[in-house]
């Protein structure tokens, strides 16, 4: 009878329907809007303080620098361009002053610094994020949160005091994901005294260099004490340590360690984005050379041949490295609380099918916002069951390490501002919210960032007036 096969066809069409239903309502739910403010992102987590809300506060645009005459002022012009890696040919990308890594920016500490940058001919857009230094917000450089990207033919300018003397990086915050890895990233110090030695790593086009060169030697006197400040401005984390000396970790992310005794046979870690400064006495009449993960990639030091030991199997360990000391507030006193779980699940990302990361359960941009007032203790936990290894970065503030799953720091208190978190590694960090802005909380593998590993902490009674997409195109991952 016909009416069968007419009613196969209606189970059928039913059948898919409610198959297809879900998963296209996921999709949907999945598409990130092309104009999104960050006030309206996700949900606000207030950490067990007073709900306050935001919406009519002050803008993070006003949160500006000083002015004045300044002290350092560096002109910087972007452009989209093929550039020489040193022995190691030529490769399409970008480009600050003709050059890759763009200029080094050295100031002292109490310097006001003014960057202006001028976009050439880089097609998305640029800004400059100041990668460890607790600026004002407004001078922060994340397209569509503290600015809108500039554009060809457009300029901005950055003011800041140099407050902490230390080793930082600066590098493009507008699809950062593509144009830092193709080259729009520099190196900034911070320094009382003479500048040492700069190694920052970097990899284009699978060359792995070291300050934009291939390899890298430097001349000290016997017996002087060498500085060496390593910059890991790459996706993923990798180890360094000393051949044919015994050192010293000084500092990490521009904080110094306290009382460091010497290392050997042990290595160092350093994560994306993080920076790591060695003190190293040279022996006489030798050479030193500096690991840098492995491979070809080192930093010779002194004439003649250089060791070439492989990489120790051991690793300082910075939760008990140094000395105890103060570190000038009481995290046990928090009055915010925060869980930062980071996960993996099936599901839609922008309209994509995959894997996508979550935070605390939710995939962007559906993620928590960590609300805070200005003077707020703040005790976050991070755990992470991903499956994958995040240097999580926050900008504005360092934070210090409590534990690491649930084993207490006893060495130099540890501030970070890229902190590594293995798969199924837990850490308890706390910070005193000091800096009043709309701050970016991200995994510094930028990929991952472009994924969705993102959120923000905000503070109350500031807005911002930019858009994530609109008329600019901010794209900050």
């Not at 950490?47 to 005459?69: E, I, N």
């Not at 994901?177 to 990899?203: N, R, S, Y």
């Not at 590594?420 to 308890?428: F, I, K, L, R, S």
Request: aromatic share 8%; with cysteine; hydrophobic share 35%.
């Amino acid at each position: 009878m016909a009416w069968r096969p007419r009613r196969r066809t209606v189970i059928a069409v039913a059948a898919t329907i409610v198959v297809l239903a879900p998963i296209a309502w996921f999709w949907q739910r999945s598409l990130v809007p092309g104009d999104l403010s960050p006030m309206e992102m996700g949900y606000a987590d207030y950490g067990g303080g007073p709900a306050t809300h935001a919406h009519h506060g002050q803008d993070v645009s006003t949160l500006k620098g000083p002015s004045g005459t300044p002290d350092v002022a560096v002109e910087l012009v972007a452009r989209k361009e093929r550039f020489e890696i040193p022995g190691r040919g030529s490769t399409d990308g970008y480009t600050l002053n003709h050059t890759s890594p763009g200029p080094e920016i050295v100031a002292r500490q109490g310097d006001l610094i003014q960057v202006t940058l001028h976009n050439e001919s880089v097609p998305d857009g640029i800004t400059v994020h100041w990668h460890g230094v607790d600026v004002p917000a407004a001078e922060d450089g994340v397209a569509g949160v503290t600015q809108d990207a500039v554009l060809r033919g457009q300029s901005h300018v950055y003011r800041f005091v140099a407050e902490d003397v230390g080793t930082y990086w600066y590098h493009s915050h507008q699809a950062s994901h593509d144009q830092v890895k193709k080259g729009l990233w520099g190196v900034l110090i911070v320094e009382p005294t003479a500048v040492d030695v700069v190694a920052a790593v970097h990899t284009y086009d699978k060359v792995r260099t070291v300050n934009g060169g291939y390899g890298e030697r430097r001349v000290a006197a016997p017996g002087s004490t060498v500085r060496v400040r390593l910059i890991n401005t790459d996706n993923g984390p990798w180890a360094a340590w000393v051949d044919g000396a015994p050192y010293k970790v000084v500092a990490v992310d521009g904080t110094e360690i306290n009382a460091p005794p010497p290392v050997e046979g042990r290595s160092v870690l350093v994560t994306a984005g993080g920076r790591v400064d060695l003190q190293v006495t040279m022996p006489p009449g030798s050479v030193i050379r500096i690991g840098l993960g492995g491979g070809p990639t080192s930093l010779v030091i002194g004439d003649g041949d250089a060791p070439a030991g492989a990489e120790p199997r051991d690793r300082v360990d910075l939760l008990s490295y140094g000395q105890p000391g103060d570190l000038g507030f009481d995290p046990d006193r928090a009055t915010r609380v925060f869980r930062y779980d980071i996960g993996r699940r099936p599901g839609f990302f922008d309209g994509r099918p995959g894997l996508w990361w979550t935070i605390n359960g939710h995939q962007f941009p559906d993620v928590p916002m960590f609300m805070v007032s200005e003077g707020d203790i703040v005790r976050m936990t991070v755990r992470n069951t991903s499956g994958q290894v995040h240097p999580m970065h926050l900008h504005g503030h360092h934070v210090a390490v409590l534990s690491r799953d649930g084993v207490a720091a006893t060495g130099s208190p540890w501030w970070t501002d890229s902190l590594n978190v293995e798969n199924d590694e837990t850490y308890e960090i706390a910070f005193v919210a000091d800096n009043p802005g709309i701050w970016m909380d991200h995994c510094h593998n930028l990929p991952h960032a472009a994924q969705g590993l993102v959120t923000h902490l905000m503070y109350t009674g500031v807005t911002s007036k930019f858009h994530l997409g609109g008329p600019a195109g901010n794209q900050p991952e």
